[in-house]
């Protein structure tokens, strides 16, 4: 796993890209996306990670277009769970490995918005994650 600065959205079209995600899906079956801006560079990603989440749940799924979702909390009301975020690099890892990914690139999961601190997060990623992946940072 390397450390990057940057935005995230500059490594698209060379690398898988990995948004976090909750399991929250509204009445109409769209995917309430959080603070990120996928659901604008996509307008249908939030219905088609509902339609994951209502299908498979709250795991990590191939959203098309090199997106996967990788879940860090059950709901945007809730502080990020770690236990979910180690699964979710279990599950990414995995199905980097099945589809034999060269590069996925995440941000920093459950830290920024979700309130997290690095130093908590980062060991639960380096039990999973090899050189294929990058953990991106903005640049401040």
């Known amino acids: 796993m390397t450390e990057i600065i940057g935005n995230i959205w500059d490594h698209r079209g060379n690398a898988v890209i990995g948004i976090t995600t909750n399991r929250q899906v509204t009445k109409s079956g769209i995917a309430v996306m959080g603070r990120g801006v996928a659901a604008k560079l996509f307008p ?43 699964r979710s690099a279990r599950e990414l890892a995995a199905m980097a490995d099945e589809l034999r990914w060269q590069e996925v690139v995440v941000p920093r999961p459950g830290c920024g918005g979700g309130g997290l601190s690095w130093k908590e997060v980062r060991p639960l990623l380096e039990r999973h994650f090899d050189e294929r992946f990058k953990v991106i940072s903005p640049a401040d």
């Open 44 to 86: 249908s990603l939030s219905a088609r990670l509902g339609r994951c989440l209502a299908e498979r749940g709250n795991h990590v799924h191939e959203l098309g277009d090199s997106i996967v979702s990788f879940p860090v909390e059950h709901s945007p009301f809730e502080v990020p769970d770690l236990t979910l975020i180690e």
